[in-house]
């Protein structure tokens, strides 16, 4: 079983940053992508930005140039650095692993944030 915590969500002011980190523990026997996905209310869950093994990133066009994602393999954790927050962002944010491109994802529970004066 794998276990995804999360944390560094909260409530911050438009242009300012926030950290997320999701650690992924239990029986981790590969990492082909981690990331994040969010959903605010009444609205689908989308990407946000993904890594994979290999670095290679891709990001939603609406936090290019604001968020950067980032792993640590020998931590099995990823991170968002999430910089000039609008109000926009404002949604949950959930981790995202998948282990190989054969085998379904494993999500956390969620962390809000929120963005507002």
């Known amino acids: 079983q794998v276990q995804l915590v999360e944390s560094g969500g909260g409530l911050v002011q438009p242009g300012g940053s926030l950290r997320l980190s999701c650690a992924a523990s239990g029986t981790i026997f590969s990492i082909y992508v981690m990331g994040w996905y969010r959903q605010a209310p009444g609205k689908q869950r989308e990407l946000v930005a993904v890594?994979?093994?290999?670095?290679?990133?891709n990001y939603a066009d609406s936090v290019k140039g604001r968020f950067t994602i980032s792993r640590d393999n020998t931590k099995n954790t990823v991170y968002l650095q999430m910089n000039s927050l609008k109000p926009e962002d404002t949604a949950v944010y959930y981790c995202y692993y998948r282990p190989t491109t054969l085998t379904p994802p494993y999500w956390g529970q969620g962390t809000q944030v929120t963005v507002s004066s």
């Open positions: 890594i994979t093994s290999g670095g290679s990133t």
